[in-house]
Every structure is written in C-alpha cells, then in structure tokens.
C-alpha cells in the first residue's frame, strides 16, 4: 500500500530548532575539503598522529578476550577501570579523584550538551569568555542561555570583572589551556584568583581542557580543579591526543552534578559504546600515551613556529595575533576595517586558502575584524605559501 | 594550590532535571546483575548472538585499509555508503528512499532525543500508545512534552481515536513491530488507517522499529514508512541484529526535519564514530544480515515458545499475556489486586526472580498490576524454573 498523493507535511519545529543555525565552520568546512585548497580553517588533528596501528591492536585484543562483555550495552555511567585511569590521571596537586565524579561521555560535545540539559533554563545567564568555544555556545543556546561575555584581554578572562556580572548566572565557562578559538591560556594567578571567586559567588566554573596535554615546551600549569574539586566541572577528551574518530570524552564533576548528567545521558543515549571504552582502556592503560603524546606536541610545535612566523614575514602592518604555546590555533586580529566574512569568499576563490571567521565566536558583539587559523594539519612550507598569500590579499584592502 | 575548606555548592538544576528521575528498568538492571538471579527484567540482546569474529575481521580490514579517514572526525550526517544502505534496504514496496532522508545516530535512544530537540517544547502534545517504551518517554518528557495516551487494545494503538485527540499534537510516536513493553504487533489494516489518518491531519508518525527484522515465523509486515514517506519517521537500529555496544542506529524522515535534526546532533556530539559507521558498513555490506539474523530469530523464537509454554502451565487462572510473534517481550497482566512495583522487592528476595513492573511504561494512568517479561537471556530451562516460581507466588497472593 502506499498513500496516493500526500500532502507535504506543514513542520512545527520547536522554538529552540527555529533559532538553530547550522555552525559556519562546518559549512565552511565542507567547502574546504577540496584538496586543492589549503585549509587553515579545520579543527581537525592531524591524522599523521592517529596510532592506527596501536589501535588495531587494541580492538583485536579487546575482541578477543571480553568480545561478549564489549558488544553488549554497558553501564550508563561508563567503563569502571576506564574511570578509575581518569580519576587517577587528575588526582595531582594534593586532589583526590574518585571514579564515582567521572562520567564517560560520546565526546566533549556531548559533555557540553548535557551540561546545559541540566543546568540551564530558558533564559538563565551563562558566562562565557569573549571570545568562546563555538560548540559550547551551540550546546548551550539550545537550552535557551542568555550569554553575558566575560570581559578578556589576550590573556584570558578577567576574575575581578566576574563580582559585577555574575549575579543569578548558571555557571561560568572557560577553556583555560590554548583555548579555542585564541590559542591563549589563563596564567596560574589568575586560575587562582578565578577558583576563589567563584568558590565565594557559588558559582559553577566548567574547566573544558581538551588541549591540556597539548603543551609545546613548558609544563602544563595546574588545572582548576585540582585547586577545588568541589566547585569545579573539569571535561577532557580523547580527541586531541589519541583519535577523534572514536568520540570519547569524560566529565568530572561532584557527584551530585554528575549524577545528574548520568540520568540525562540515559534518556540521550543510554552509554557511550562500551567497546571504545575498553578499547581505549587497553590502549593507554600501560603508559602509552606518555610516548605517544610528545610526537604530537612536536609535529604541532614545528607547524606552529612556521606559522608565527610567517605571519611575521607576510602580514601586513596593523595586523597582530595570539602567541600560542600549545594546542592547534592562533587568533589573528586585522585593521578594522576588514570584515573576514567577506574575505574569507575572496580568498578561497582568489588564493585558494580557507580560514574561519572570528565573528561567530563572540556570544554577544562580534569582532569581524577576526580570524582563527589551525597550523596542524597543513606542512610547514605549504603554510608559509598560504599565508604569504592571505598577506597580500589582505595588504590589498588597506 | 588548594582552596582552604572550600563551600558545597548550592546546585541549580535545570527545571528539567529537577524533575528527572533514574530509569526504574536501569535501577532494577543493577540488582539482577547479582549471577543468582533469573532475570526475566533485562532489556539486552542475548550475547550468544554477537558475531565477535566477525567484528573483529571489519574492524582489522576497516583499520588496515582506511584507518585514518575512519579515527578522523566526520560529518554530521553519517558515513555516506552506510545511509546509502540504510536508504536502499527501506525502499521496499514502492517507496524510493534516499541517502539525504537518513541521519545517522548513537543508538536510536539519540534518534529519539533529538526528535525531542527538534519537535517538542514545553508543555507540547506527544502521543504515544498505552503503555509506550520508556526510554522514549524519558527523551521526550526532558524537553517538556505532555502525553496523551493513545486508547490501545492487544493489537496495539486504535486509529479511529486520534480524530478527538491529535488537535495540537506535535507527534505521534508509535513501536508497530513486537512493541517494547507488550511484545504486540499492529495489524496492516490498522497501519494502513494510521498512516491515512495522521496524513490527513497533518501529524508526524514516529515508527520506531529496532525489532522488525525479529519476526520467528512470518514476513513483516509492510513498514508504514513505505506507505507515505514524507509523513513517516522511521528509526532503525543495529542493536538488535547485529550487536547494541557500538551505539548504531538511523533516522529515515524527510529532509526539513532530517536537516534539523543534523543541526541538533551537530550541537549535541558533533557525529556518530566515524570507525563504528565504517565497520559496520564492512560488516554487512555483502549480505552478512541474510544469514545471520535468522540464527537470532530461531533462538529467540525458541524461547519465546518456551515462556509462552510455562506461563500456560504455572500462571494461575486470572492472569492473562500477550502472544509476541517476534522481538524480545511478554506482556503480562495479572490480578488487579496484584501491585508488581511490590510484588518485584517479594521475587528477588524469596524467589531469586526479576521482572520489569508495568506501571513506568504508562504515560499517564498506569496499570500497576502489569509486567514485563523478557525470555532472551534465559535458556528454555532456566525460563520453565523460573516462571513456575513466580507463578506459584503469584497463585500465594490470591
């Protein structure tokens, strides 16, 4: 049987879906991925890091051996020794992770939508840093978040500005190590400062740290946290030192928050898969992120020098960037006058390099003045051609 | 630096999940995980069914083969020659589905948190049968949805009352095949009525079937999809043919709504595993399902036949249950003095036996003297022991 001529259905959508727009780095990334293009745009790893050959071994042997207990439905909070390895990895600095503050999450992103499921309301104010993660201000905003932007300065969000505007504010959300989309990273005194202030407001701090361990010469300075497990929402991820792919991420958080998140993860998708959470158990359970990880800094370090300089050599006058010592992006700032939005249609079609705008990263006034570039998935040479050219291109609007 | 004798924060939880409470059947799932019990209460596919070797072989092939497009982040919409195939096997009876009508989802537990995100606001009408799966209840109710329970006879739901009821609704969600909790199944002329009926009034028809492809002995009955697929959703899964720990299913519904939908996931977890959705695809690309899905139904078939025999012999008169030609669930209705909720806490403790009480699958009033029987996990045996005892505590209350 079949209906003969159906009328076209009149869709209803939810107030939140009508005010959703898709993201414009996706978008934008879509155009990219011709390879004839060379793309600073992405927010991608470089798959020159992926340990695909570890982690064939890692799935055979985990198939293997519990291939049953893998392919079944798990528990809703995660995998137990999975947990353990993360609580363990963050008890530093005196702080004691237990497992039960840990919920395994289908990737940071997920970790991110299940904070605005239980904390925010229609209306309720989050605050975020000016600028922010675009990804968190998607997950958010679908909960219905008013925004208020955190006065920052190039060197992260400003604590002593936080007494005058987070009254009634939800939680306060921050991306401290070479944040996206600067590349810049909170220095301790002001972690310090940060913690204390919302410790003393009541106010929830979420510490997003996929980047942490992205550190290219220094060690990472100590993690929120660490400094007060009990105010602090910490959200790392696998992305960024083993393989995105996968979709792996944790939260930790007091247990009365992650309890929570545990009960909203049930109705959104019963469990992250249990096989990669075994897998990636196996993978990394024997140290071998410790050798792994270091190759990653290198390869992105070397990318990010030749970027920094090629913006010496190549950008004009007037032009000035972010100085990042880890992670995968540097935040350029030009004239005024120049709206990347428009530039950015000019320079894939004249140049053939791509870039992401910066003015969707600002929760309330853009500066389209912006833009972020990602050194790691582009050669050396190939980035000093790309932005020698995206120099001139923008040298000729001044 | 550690904060001296930090405060416990005064947790401000989402209206929503304030008003969430843990799955009773996930609650219950932890107590009969003790190997004393015979469980009747689970949800899961039985593990015997898992072709472990054969999910080693594609994940080795997809990881030797394609292993750094397959741990790279991928697109929102899914892994193209996988909706191809999703697309080409529901192009059945007439219809013509295409790869831009199929989403790609973590399980179809996700399918049905993002229909909430997209369909439901608050206070928003959802019809859903008497009694309907919890988990979709759970999704829905997160994002403020009011449910009227369709009228629903051993048949399942009744076309010819939606006329007096559907005004405002926002979706119907209905489970036509072998249905989680009743194991009941809709007649073609009643899918026919209720594909007629919710065209002609404009409302969106959910036909979530994770357990079509379970039929022991007849051909399925035609997917309502097929009869009008711009006024159908279709959610399918590879929990229940394949294996539930990867988290895999799909979303089949026209493209206004699969376009948001993308939208939603994008926000929620950026994509499904990229590795998963490859493997899977190798897994089944050359017609693996044919053979091994019967092998599920025969053992599944058995033990039904198996349950639906002791039931006959050791339930006293007064109970009554349902007949399931397929999926994983008998529907059981006792005496109305009989309260299951109660009745649970007295099986475990004497008798060593789990049930799923009826009542949380009710949206509205329940009927608390119900239960759900699952006969997957258990050997025919077992099955035969297990309901006698229950049984003979049940004749104890009479």
Known sequence: MKLENPSQLQWQFSHRAEQMQSSAIREILKITMRPDITSFAGGLPSPATFPVEHMKTAFDRVLTQQGKVALQYGPTDGYLPLRQWVADSLSTDGAKIVPEQVLMVSGSQQGLDLLGKVLVDEGSKVLVETPSYLGALQAFA????????????????????????????????????????????????????????????????????????????NAPLQKMLTMNPSGVIYMGSFSKVLTPGIRLGYVVAPTPLIQKMEQAKQATDLHTAQLTQMVVYEAIKDGFLEQHVPTIRKLYGDQCEAMLGALQDFFPAGCSWSKPEGGMFVWVTLPKQIDTGTLLAEAVEKIKVAFVPGAPFFANTPERNTMRLSFVTVPPAQIRVGIEALGKLIASKL
């Open 142 to 217: 679908l909960y219905g978040a008013q925004f208020e932007s955190v006065p920052s300065d190039e060197n992260g969000l400003l604590p002593e500005t936080l007494d005058g505007i987070a009254q009634g504010a939800r939680m306060l959300y921050s991306l401290p190590n070479f944040q996206n989309p600067t590349g810049r990273t909170l220095p301790l005194e002001r972690r310090i400062k940060l913690v204390e202030t919302c410790a003393r407001l009541g106010l929830p701090l979420i510490e997003d740290d996929p980047y942490g361990a992205l550190s290219y010469r």
